[in-house]
């Protein structure tokens, strides 16, 4: 699966642009510049004897190039039953599953997570799972708090969590609210477009 370079990426999406996108999609997010990113870092970082979670899996693109090239077993999770049907057709192991709600403690030594990062827009919000797959309420940081709040607890003892992040998501404010949650937080990777700068964090306890 080749990643897309998209021009300009989620981070300029106008709900014009959004309409647009969503004239060519269907209900599945397609790989782009911020799962590339993800996925050339998560590769570098997963070793063979990892159990990884790619928590919003999408169309699978991540959690397939990580298997391909570290031979992990990596889990795909995604809300969206379309994206779990996509991630399976790719051969990713594939739960619907919101965050990492129906996991067990522990579960985890490496848990990936492209998130929905862009702050809504009321007058363009849309009902569907393109929706679902870009935005992250008003402040852009819903879904990755939410997901904060419980990712420790899935995390193995000396495990760590790969997240992508924007500045247009607000990244000192992520950082700050990780922290909070008992993590602290290093940047592995950047990567700046016209209208924003994409991140990976690591995120260790
Ligand atoms: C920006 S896309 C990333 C897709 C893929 N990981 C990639 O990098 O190409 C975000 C994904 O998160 C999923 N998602 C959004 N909210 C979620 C939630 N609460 N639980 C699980 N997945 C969620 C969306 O359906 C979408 O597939």
Redesign the pocket.
Same mark, same amino acid.
């Given at each position: 699966m080749e990643a897309r370079v998209r021009t300009p990426g989620r981070m300029s999406m106008s709900g014009d642009d959004l309409a647009g996108r969503r004239g060519v999609e269907t209900d599945?997010?397609d790989?782009?510049e911020? #799962?590339r990113l993800?996925a050339d870092v998560a590769c570098e970082a997963v070793s063979e004897s990892d159990l990884v979670a %790619?928590?919003?899996?999408? #169309?699978g693109?991540?959690a397939a190039t990580v298997t391909a090239e570290t031979s992990a077993r990596v889990l795909g999770? %995604?809300?969206?039953p379309h994206?779990c049907r996509r991630a399976r057709d790719a051969g990713v192991e594939a739960v619907r599953?919101?965050?990492v709600a129906p996991f067990r403690a522990d579960a985890f030594d490496v848990v990936l997570f492209?998130?929905?990062y862009l702050p809504a827009d009321a007058a363009a919000a849309r009902d569907d799972?393109m929706e679902?797959?870009?935005t992250g309420g008003e402040t852009g940081r819903e879904?990755v708090e939410?997901f904060l709040d419980d990712v420790g607890r899935v995390l193995s003892p000396d495990g760590y969590v790969l997240l992508l992040v924007s500045t247009l998501t607000g990244v000192d404010e992520v950082v700050d609210y990780a922290g909070e949650r008992g993590f602290s937080t290093v940047a592995l990777a950047d990567e700046s477009f016209p209208f924003e700068t994409l991140s990976v964090l690591k995120l260790v306890r």
């Amino acid at each position: 699966m080749e990643a897309r370079v998209r021009t300009p990426g989620r981070m300029s999406m106008s709900g014009d642009d959004l309409a647009g996108r969503r004239g060519v999609e269907t209900d599945v997010y397609d790989p782009a510049e911020d #799962s590339r990113l993800l996925a050339d870092v998560a590769c570098e970082a997963v070793s063979e004897s990892d159990l990884v979670a %790619d928590v919003g899996t999408g #169309s699978g693109y991540v959690a397939a190039t990580v298997t391909a090239e570290t031979s992990a077993r990596v889990l795909g999770t %995604d809300l969206n039953p379309h994206a779990c049907r996509r991630a399976r057709d790719a051969g990713v192991e594939a739960v619907r599953a919101n965050l990492v709600a129906p996991f067990r403690a522990d579960a985890f030594d490496v848990v990936l997570f492209n998130p929905p990062y862009l702050p809504a827009d009321a007058a363009a919000a849309r009902d569907d799972w393109m929706e679902v797959a870009l935005t992250g309420g008003e402040t852009g940081r819903e879904v990755v708090e939410a997901f904060l709040d419980d990712v420790g607890r899935v995390l193995s003892p000396d495990g760590y969590v790969l997240l992508l992040v924007s500045t247009l998501t607000g990244v000192d404010e992520v950082v700050d609210y990780a922290g909070e949650r008992g993590f602290s937080t290093v940047a592995l990777a950047d990567e700046s477009f016209p209208f924003e700068t994409l991140s990976v964090l690591k995120l260790v306890r």
